[in-house]
C-alpha cells in the first residue's frame, strides 16, 4: 500500500489544528454562558447614554466622525452604533456581542502563537489566562469597552499578517483598523514599523511609512481636537511616569495572581517577576518568535506610558482596574504560555507523569479562574445593572441628575433616550 502524500497528511493536520483552536476559542465563552443570567441584570451605564445621546442630536454619521472624550473611533462607533439600532436597544445583544469579539481574540492569539510554531501547552495557557480571568470583567461587561476589544482584534490580525512570509497586505489596513478603534491602539502602527525597519529588506522603509503613518495622522487628531490630560501636561510628567511605572510593573498579575498587598513593594516584586519574565522569554527565544514577543513587551511598555498620560490624574489605586487589563494580557500571556510550555518539557519521571502533566494543569488553572466570575459579577452587576434599572425606571428619580455614572445627563433626557431607542 502507497504511503499518504506529504501534501494530504499536512492538510489533515491544519484541518484538525483548526478545530482545536476552533474548540478552545468556544471555551473562553464558559464564564459568560455560566452566568447568563447575572450578565442579562446589566443595563446601559454612563458613556453608553453620552454616545447615545450625541448620536441622537448629530445623526449617525456626523457623529461617528466626531472625537469622544480622548479618542477618535469611527471603526468603533460604527460597529458600536450600528449594534444600538440593530439589536433594538437590547443591552443583552450588545454584552453577547462583545463576548463572541472576545472568544474570536481568543482563536487570533491561539493562531498567531502557532503561526510561531509554539507548543499546545503554550498557546492553551495563553488562551486559559487571557480569555477566562475575572480581571477583564469590566471590558467583558460594558458595552463601550468594545473599543479596547476590537482595538485588539485589529492588533492580532495586523500581527498575524505581519509575521507571515511575505508580509500580508491586509495587516496595513488592520493597523489602521486598530488606530481608529481605540485611543491606544495607535500604538500597533508604530510597533510594527519598529519591527518592519529591524528585519530590514528592500523595502522596509516605505513598509514601515505605510504602517506609522495612520497611527501619526489619528494622534495628531487626538492631540488637537480631543480632550483629555494630554493637552495640559505642564508639571505632571512625573505624575504621568509614576503612574505608568505602576501599569506596567502591576499589570496584569496584580488581578490574575489576586494579589492583596499594596504599596511600592508590590509592585516592586510584581515589576521584577514580570521583567524577569520579559528577559527570560526574549533570551531563549529565536527568528519570528523572538520578534512576537519584543513587539508585545513594546506594545505593554507604549500601553503603560499612554495610561500614565491620560489617566495620571485618577489616583494610583486605579493603575490596576479592570478595565486595563485587556490590553496587558494580551502581550503577557503568549510570554507566560512559553515559560510554562518549557518548565513542563524540564520535568523528568515515567512518560505517564510527563505527558499527563500540562493537561491536569491547565485544566485546574483553568477551571481555577473560570469560578471567580461569580464573586466578581454579583457586586458589578448589582451596580451597573439593579441599581441601574432601579433609579432609571423610577416614577420619581432620586434627583434630576442622577443617572448612573454619567450625572451632567439630565434624568428626563436619559428616560426619553430610552423609550426613543427601546433601551432594556
Same mark, same amino acid.
Given at each position: 500500500?502507497?504511503?499518504?502524500?506529504?501534501?494530504?497528511?499536512?492538510?489533515?493536520?491544519?484541518?484538525?489544528?483548526? /478545530?482545536?483552536?476552533?474548540?478552545?476559542?468556544?471555551?473562553?465563552?464558559?464564564?459568560?454562558?455560566?452566568?447568563?443570567?447575572?450578565?442579562?441584570?446589566?443595563?446601559?451605564?454612563?458613556?453608553?447614554?453620552?454616545?447615545?445621546?450625541?448620536?441622537?442630536?448629530?445623526?449617525?454619521?456626523?457623529?461617528? /466622525?466626531?472625537?469622544?472624550?480622548?479618542?477618535?473611533?469611527?471603526?468603533?462607533?460604527?460597529? *458600536?452604533?450600528?449594534?444600538?439600532?440593530?439589536?433594538? %436597544?437590547?443591552?443583552?445583544?450588545?454584552?453577547?456581542?462583545?463576548?463572541?469579539?472576545?472568544?474570536?481574540?481568543?482563536?487570533?492569539?491561539?493562531?498567531?502563537?502557532?503561526?510561531?510554531?509554539?507548543?499546545?501547552?503554550?498557546?492553551?495557557?495563553?488562551?486559559?489566562?487571557? %480569555?477566562?480571568?475575572?480581571?477583564?470583567?469590566?471590558?467583558?461587561?460594558?458595552?463601550?469597552? $468594545?473599543?479596547?476589544?476590537? !482595538?485588539? +482584534?485589529?492588533?492580532?490580525?495586523?500581527?498575524?499578517?505581519?509575521?507571515?512570509?511575505?508580509?500580508?497586505?491586509?495587516?496595513?489596513?488592520? !493597523?489602521?483598523?486598530?488606530?481608529?478603534?481605540?485611543?491606544?491602539?495607535?500604538?500597533?502602527?508604530?510597533?510594527?514599523?519598529?519591527?518592519?525597519?529591524?528585519?530590514?529588506?528592500?523595502?522596509?522603509?516605505?513598509?514601515?511609512?505605510?504602517?506609522?503613518?495612520?497611527?501619526?495622522?489619528?494622534?495628531?487628531?487626538?492631540?488637537?481636537?480631543?480632550? $483629555?490630560?494630554?493637552?495640559?501636561?505642564? $508639571?505632571?510628567?512625573?505624575?504621568?511616569?509614576?503612574?505608568?511605572? /505602576?501599569?506596567?510593573?502591576?499589570?496584569?498579575?496584580?488581578?490574575?495572581?489576586?494579589?492583596?498587598? *499594596?504599596? *511600592?513593594? +508590590?509592585?516592586?516584586?510584581? %515589576?521584577?517577576?514580570?521583567?524577569?519574565?520579559?528577559?527570560?522569554?526574549?533570551?531563549?527565544?529565536? $527568528?519570528?518568535?523572538?520578534?512576537?514577543?519584543?513587539?508585545?513587551?513594546?506594545?505593554?511598555?507604549?500601553?503603560?506610558?499612554?495610561?500614565?498620560? %491620560?489617566?495620571?490624574?485618577?489616583?494610583?489605586?486605579?493603575?490596576? @482596574?479592570?478595565?486595563?487589563?485587556?490590553?496587558?494580557?494580551?502581550?503577557?500571556?503568549?510570554?507566560?504560555?512559553? *515559560?510554562?510550555?518549557?518548565?513542563? #518539557? /524540564?520535568?523528568?519521571?515515567?512518560?505517564?507523569?510527563?505527558?499527563?502533566?500540562?493537561?491536569?494543569?491547565?485544566?485546574?488553572?483553568?477551571?481555577?479562574?473560570?469560578?471567580?466570575? @461569580?464573586?466578581?459579577?454579583?457586586?458589578?452587576?448589582?451596580?451597573? #445593572?439593579?441599581?441601574?434599572?432601579?433609579?432609571?425606571?423610577?416614577?420619581?428619580?432620586?434627583?434630576?441628575?442622577?443617572?448612573?455614572?454619567?450625572?451632567?445627563?439630565?434624568?428626563?433626557?436619559?428616560?426619553?433616550?430610552?423609550?426613543?431607542?427601546?433601551?432594556?
Amino acid at each position: 500500500m502507497s504511503a499518504e502524500p506529504e501534501s494530504l497528511r499536512d492538510r489533515r493536520a491544519a484541518s484538525r489544528e483548526a /478545530w482545536v483552536l476552533l474548540a478552545s476559542a468556544c471555551l473562553a465563552l464558559v464564564p459568560y454562558l455560566a452566568h447568563l443570567g447575572m450578565f442579562n441584570r446589566l443595563f446601559w451605564f454612563a458613556d453608553e447614554f453620552d454616545l447615545v445621546d450625541q448620536m441622537d442630536r448629530l445623526g449617525f454619521w456626523r457623529w461617528v /466622525w466626531l472625537v469622544f472624550a480622548e479618542n477618535f473611533v469611527p471603526v468603533f462607533k460604527v460597529l *458600536w452604533g450600528g449594534g444600538v439600532l440593530l439589536f433594538g %436597544g437590547s443591552y443583552a445583544a450588545m454584552i453577547g456581542a462583545v463576548w463572541l469579539l472576545h472568544a474570536f481574540n481568543v482563536w487570533l492569539l491561539g493562531r498567531l502563537m502557532r503561526a510561531c510554531n509554539l507548543p499546545w501547552a503554550a498557546v492553551f495557557f495563553a488562551q486559559a489566562a487571557f %480569555g477566562l480571568t475575572s480581571g477583564n470583567i469590566e471590558t467583558l461587561a460594558w458595552s463601550v469597552q $468594545g473599543s479596547a476589544v476590537l !482595538s485588539v +482584534t485589529f492588533l492580532l490580525l495586523a500581527l498575524l499578517g505581519f509575521i507571515s512570509a511575505p508580509v500580508r497586505p491586509a495587516s496595513y489596513a488592520w !493597523s489602521a483598523a486598530s488606530a481608529l478603534s481605540f485611543s491606544r491602539g495607535v500604538l500597533t502602527g508604530p510597533v510594527l514599523a519598529c519591527a518592519s525597519l529591524y528585519e530590514g529588506g528592500d523595502r522596509h522603509l516605505a513598509r514601515a511609512a505605510a504602517f506609522l503613518a495612520p497611527s501619526v495622522i489619528v494622534a495628531l487628531l487626538i492631540l488637537s481636537l480631543a480632550t $483629555g490630560n494630554q493637552q495640559h501636561m505642564g $508639571g505632571h510628567w512625573e505624575d504621568a511616569a509614576v503612574f505608568a511605572t /505602576w501599569c506596567y510593573c502591576l499589570n496584569p498579575l496584580y488581578l490574575l495572581l489576586r494579589f492583596e498587598s *499594596w504599596g *511600592w513593594r +508590590t509592585v516592586v516584586i510584581l %515589576g521584577l517577576l514580570k521583567m524577569t519574565l520579559v528577559a527570560w522569554s526574549l533570551a531563549r527565544s529565536g $527568528g519570528r518568535l523572538r520578534l512576537l514577543l519584543a513587539m508585545l513587551v513594546a506594545l505593554d511598555l507604549g500601553n503603560a506610558v499612554l495610561l500614565g498620560i %491620560g489617566r495620571y490624574h485618577t489616583g494610583l489605586a486605579s493603575t490596576v @482596574s479592570s478595565r486595563y487589563q485587556y490590553a496587558a494580557l494580551i502581550c503577557l500571556a503568549p510570554l507566560g504560555g512559553y *515559560w510554562f510550555s518549557r518548565l513542563c #518539557g /524540564w520535568v523528568r519521571g515515567p512518560a505517564l507523569v510527563r505527558h499527563a502533566l500540562a493537561p491536569v494543569l491547565l485544566i485546574a488553572f483553568a477551571a481555577t479562574l473560570c469560578r471567580q466570575w @461569580s464573586e466578581a459579577l454579583e457586586p458589578f452587576t448589582a451596580q451597573r #445593572g439593579t441599581e441601574s434599572r432601579r433609579i432609571l425606571f423610577a416614577e420619581v428619580a432620586p434627583a434630576a441628575d442622577s443617572v448612573p455614572g454619567i450625572p451632567g445627563l439630565p434624568m428626563d433626557r436619559a428616560k426619553a433616550l430610552i423609550t426613543q431607542y427601546r433601551l432594556h
